[in-house]
T-cell receptor, first 115, second 113 residues
Framework: DGGITQSPKYLFRKEGQNVTLSCEQN?????MYWYRQDPGQGLRLIYY???????QKGDIAEGYSVSREKKESFPLTVTSAQKNPTAFYLC??????????????FGDGTRLSIL | EDQVTQSPEALRLQEGESSSLNCSYT??????LFWYRQDPGKGPEFLFT???AGEEKEKERLKATLTKKESFLHITAPKPEDSATYLC??????????????FGEGTQLTVNP
């Protein structure tokens, strides 16, 4: 079945450590997104990419980095510069090359915690 | 700056007790408004897209409506399995298709049997 796969489901980070969250989609979507969700808050956009080898900062990009080397993959690295990384991270994708908006479809998230 | 406000924050209903969730938005020209359902520990699941004032969409017990300033998600005769957090998001003109959304904080719905 087509969908978005995020891994791992749970991740723990030590102080000073970088960690990478995986996001793979087989929906043939051009655009991919990373969001952060904190308890009682809405989703906040970290980074997004509309085509391969191109990406833009969202509202809270500081302390994060991404790459988009393949259409299917959009990994997110949480660097040691991100001082409050504990959150639920959601990856999404959408069909970009259409006349009207298409909805974003989401993976089931990665929960990151600090040890 | 685009803003989305959802109310109430939490809503408890008895099974069969119909109600509505509200999504108020401020955006520099609405390109689309989206409703999602999110279960605990899961990613949001797409429900509806609304594009223009007066538009309505239905799916089972859910009906979404849109005006120039707000959207309502009406839940008719809810069942316990409708319990979830419902999220509203908007996309503004000026953003290319497939680009960024602004989300509200959600309404947590609990339906008791």
């Amino acid at each position: 079945d087509g969908g978005i796969t995020q891994s791992p489901k749970y991740l723990f980070r030590k102080e000073g450590q970088n960690v990478t969250l995986s996001c793979e989609q087989n929906l043939n979507h051009d655009a991919m997104y990373w969001y952060r969700q904190d308890p009682g808050q809405g989703l906040r956009l970290i980074y997004y990419s509309q085509i391969v080898n191109d990406f833009q900062k969202g509202d809270i990009a500081e302390g994060y980095s991404v790459s988009r080397e393949k259409k299917e993959s959009f990994p997110l690295t949480v660097t040691s510069a991100q001082k409050n990384p504990t959150a639920f991270y959601l990856c999404a994708s959408s069909n970009y090359r259409v006349p009207r908006n298409q909805p974003q479809h989401f993976g089931d998230g990665t929960r990151l915690s600090i040890l | 700056e685009d803003q989305v406000t959802q109310s109430p924050e939490a809503l408890r209903l008895q099974e069969g007790e119909s109600s509505s969730l509200n999504c108020s938005y401020t955006v520099s020209g609405l390109r689309g408004l989206f409703w999602y359902r999110q279960d605990p520990g899961k990613g949001p699941e797409f429900l509806f897209t609304l594009y223009s004032a007066g538009e309505e969409k239905e799916k089972e017990r859910l009906k979404a409506t849109l005006t120039k300033k707000e959207s309502f998600l009406h839940i008719t005769a809810p069942k316990p399995e409708d319990s979830a957090t419902y999220l509203c998001a908007v996309q503004a003109h000026g953003e290319t298709s497939g680009s960024r959304l602004t989300f509200g904080e959600g309404t947590q719905l609990t339906v008791n049997p």
